[in-house]
């Protein structure tokens, strides 16, 4: 089992802020791929997805309760796709400041570095994605393992940590 690594969040100017994971898996590349691309293995840690792999082709992201609610689905485009190494597309949210997410696969001995990185974020949306990326990679982590967790209050238990770290990037503490 992975250590339960924090984000890191950093200023990208403009009033733009940016939050940086680095995870290593007991899990090969070819595993972290499957989890990142498979409809069925993105419902089980992120959300209900549609996904066509391929530079140009879209993806769908619908969290909450009604799959067809347009104010909690992100739309976005894939903007690089290497297999087994680079996912990246856009992140359009309702309300939200479009942003980019990226995901990069390295092999580490005999698991892998996942690398996930969420830029262009507003300064006031970045504690809830720190603490909503941090609890969706536990997820992928117990997913991987044949377990789950309540995403709800793991959200709720590291939201506070994420809070105060977007506080002391803006000199507020």
Same mark, same amino acid.
């Given at each position: 089992?992975? !250590?339960?690594?924090?984000?890191?969040? +950093? %200023?990208?100017?403009?009033?733009?802020?940016? @939050?940086?994971?680095? +995870?290593?898996?007991?899990?090969?590349?070819?595993?972290? #791929?499957?989890?990142?691309?498979?409809?069925?293995?993105?419902?089980? #840690?992120?959300?209900?997805?549609? @996904?066509?792999?391929?530079?140009?082709?879209? @993806?769908? =992201?619908?969290?909450?309760?009604?799959?067809?609610?347009?104010?909690?689905? =992100?739309?976005? /485009? @894939?903007?690089?796709? %290497?297999?087994?190494?680079?996912? %990246? *597309?856009? #992140?359009?949210?309702?309300?939200?400041?479009?942003? =980019?997410?990226?995901?990069?696969?390295?092999?580490?001995?005999?698991?892998?570095?996942? /690398?996930?990185?969420?830029?262009?974020?507003?300064?006031?949306?970045?504690?809830? *994605?720190?603490?909503? #990326?941090?609890?969706?990679?536990? !997820?992928?982590?117990?997913?991987?393992?044949?377990?789950?967790?309540?995403?709800?209050?793991?959200?709720?238990?590291?939201?506070?940590?994420?809070? %105060?770290?977007?506080? !002391?990037?803006?000199?507020?503490?």
């Amino acid at each position: 089992m992975l !250590a339960q690594t924090f984000g890191r969040l +950093r %200023e990208e100017g403009e009033g733009r802020r940016g @939050i940086r994971f680095e +995870r290593v898996y007991d899990y090969k590349p070819e595993e972290l #791929w499957a989890a990142l691309t498979d409809p069925e293995q993105l419902r089980a #840690w992120l959300a209900p997805t549609d @996904i066509d792999l391929r530079v140009g082709g879209g @993806i769908e =992201v619908r969290f909450g309760d009604d799959p067809s609610d347009e104010k909690q689905m =992100v739309h976005g /485009v @894939i903007r690089e796709l %290497e297999p087994l190494r680079v996912l %990246e *597309y856009e #992140w359009r949210f309702p309300g939200e400041d479009d942003s =980019v997410v990226r995901f990069e696969l390295e092999p580490r001995g005999e698991g892998t570095l996942l /690398v996930l990185d969420h830029r262009l974020l507003g300064s006031e949306t970045v504690p809830g *994605y720190g603490a909503g #990326w941090h609890a969706h990679l536990d !997820a992928l982590e117990l997913m991987l393992a044949g377990r789950s967790q309540n995403w709800d209050e793991r959200f709720q238990e590291l939201r506070p940590a994420y809070a %105060e770290q977007a506080r !002391a990037l803006s000199g507020d503490l």
